[in-house]
């Protein structure tokens, strides 16, 4: 039986089935982890304990640096809160609310080094929605940045049984008063391995959010296959980006990746394109991690040498459209390392190291991870055939009770939702979602290739392709949502300008037989295209 320190069971009782659960294997050396195993200890602790302890660790505007020992001391601080004044039991749900922060970052650590489990949750998230977070996760204690209290305070009202603390990230709030009396050492409570460290919530661009369980080792083998072997950072590294931390992909890029080889991040509260490129040049960052539409947007608005100290740039949360991957290499340089991951596998395990990189191909298997193109019955399909995205390695989907794991998880694989190909050398190319093969008059056509068409085109600024029914011709019909560089522009005259642009460029029946213009598609706050969302107003 697998050890445990969690003395309320509540996530490991809602875990899937044996039967359910997806097939986790652990081919790398460094990928051999003790049953005892706090992450906390591994990020954070022992670099301290390495002689790291005065290396800079987190960075924000208008601030000092903190160091990897300040920010121990600081965890260890809200740790005792927890324990000793909140009543924190091993296997609580703390639910985090606050922007990308150091204090949010020191109470993740706090959470974790108190044998609790993590619930961050996304800034903009109104009071209904995080209401549906603590009902589903059974949050316990929640800590809040005071600034983001008032929607966190409404749900509460309808969810009995929380208790709230406030921060503020300059001091002078409920949790800095019981905090300033605690001693800052602390014995970080030894979880085992398995324990449930996170838990994190899908950003819900198919409908009602899904809850992701994490172990602690979950937390260590992203960082030990992406990390090591794709990313491959320095300690002199300084990460930035726009995720927040509630996102996965936030999560590893701007707190685990740097923490496990000792570098630094910059923490931003507001991260849009024009405050990242200000950050990178003020800070001199030299690893970025954000979206496909943000790279568009920096290669227009980026001077000379605003980017001279970038090495590695990291694009992620939807597929990136390879005239952006032109772009941003022609401005700067740099190879986008492309990827793919999702908050089920905690994050990227298709992706390439620059060496590697392919222009336009999502990359390979990270080591550590295997990924084949299944059929409809799970069966391998052979090179250059679409299919299925099938993937197995050392983290797997695994939902707090959720029936939906049946359809993530078959035969032990994971089934992200994706279809793709493969070729000859074994590079994945993104096709679609399998929800976004769009079937027009007995044609498969790829929303996604229609859309890198289409963005193109100088005067598109955003564009989301989507199936239309035809209730006349008994079909889907290809439409596309356009957002123009200048709305003035919009009309019947540009609609068919786009279209011939489109059909210039791919197969004529793939043109979208409609364009709607659009001041904004709809997105989630990590920048995620809502298609579902569209689909509902064709």
């Not at 060496?355 to 295997?370: H, I, K, N």
């Not at 056509?445 to 199936?467: M, R």
Request: proline share 6%; net charge negative.
């Amino acid at each position: 039986m697998k050890f445990s320190a969690h003395v309320d069971r509540f996530a490991e009782d809602r875990l899937p089935p044996p039967e359910a659960m997806p097939e986790l294997r652990f081919d790398l050396p460094e990928l051999q982890y003790p049953s005892h195993l706090n992450a906390a200890t591994a990020l954070l602790d022992e670099r301290v304990d390495a002689g790291d302890g005065e290396r800079r660790c987190l960075l924000a505007p208008g601030r000092p640096a903190i160091t990897y020992a300040g920010l121990r001391a600081t965890a260890n601080r809200i740790a005792r809160v927890l324990c000793e004044d909140l009543g924190l039991e091993t296997g609580n749900r703390v639910l985090l609310r606050g922007p990308n922060t150091p204090m949010l970052a020191a109470c993740w650590f706090a959470v974790l080094k108190a044998g609790g489990i993590a619930v961050t949750t996304m800034p903009l998230y109104r009071s209904t929605e995080l209401q549906f977070i603590m009902e589903k996760a059974q949050v316990k204690i929640a800590l809040c940045d005071a600034r983001l209290r008032a929607e966190l305070d409404a749900a509460c009202e309808r969810v009995a049984g929380v208790r709230r603390v406030h921060y503020l990230d300059d001091g002078g709030d409920e949790l800095e008063a019981w905090t300033a009396h605690k001693a800052e050492t602390f014995e970080n409570v030894a979880t085992g391995a398995e324990d449930v460290a996170l838990i994190a919530f899908t950003s819900g661009t198919t409908g009602i959010p899904k809850a992701a369980m994490h172990y602690h080792r979950d937390l260590l083998a992203t960082c030990d296959s992406y990390g090591k072997h794709v990313l491959r950072p320095s300690r002199d590294d300084l990460f930035c980006g726009s995720p927040p931390l509630a996102f996965t992909f936030g999560l590893g890029g701007l707190l685990l990746f740097p923490c496990r080889t000792g570098a630094a991040t910059l923490l931003l509260e507001r991260a849009g394109p024009e405050e990242l490129l200000r950050a990178v040049a003020e800070f001199e960052v030299t690893t970025l991690f954000t979206a496909p539409i943000a790279y568009r947007a920096m290669t227009s608005l980026a001077g000379e040498g605003d980017l001279r100290t970038l090495r590695t740039c990291v694009s992620a949360g939807e597929t990136l459209p390879k005239p952006v991957w032109d772009e941003w290499h022609a401005k700067t340089g740099l190879r986008i390392l492309d990827g793919i991951g999702s908050t089920e596998m905690l994050h990227i395990f298709v992706g390439a190291p620059h060496e590697r990189v392919r222009a336009g191909s999502t990359g390979l298997p990270v080591p550590g991870y295997v990924a084949e193109i299944h059929d409809d019955d799970g069966l391998p399909l052979p090179a250059g055939t679409v299919g299925r995205l099938a993937v197995k390695g050392p983290t797997g989907c695994k939902y707090l009770q959720d029936e939906r794991q049946a359809t993530y998880v078959r035969n032990g694989w994971n089934y992200p939702g994706d279809a793709y190909r493969m070729d000859d050398d074994g590079y994945l190319w993104y096709v679609a979602r399998t929800d976004d093969m769009i079937i027009s008059a007995g044609y498969n056509v790829s929303g996604p290739e229609v859309e890198q068409a289409l963005i193109a085109h100088a005067d598109v600024k955003e564009v989301a392709v989507v199936g239309k029914h035809d209730p006349l011709k008994q079909t889907n019909i290809v439409k596309a949502f356009v957002v123009l560089a200048d709305r003035r522009a919009a009309g019947d005259a540009k609609v068919r300008e786009l279209q011939e642009f489109c059909r210039a460029r791919i197969a004529p029946f793939k043109a979208p037989r409609e364009i709607e213009f659009v001041d904004e598609l709809p997105r989630t706050e990590t920048g995620k295209l809502q298609r579902y969302k569209l689909r509902g107003r064709s």
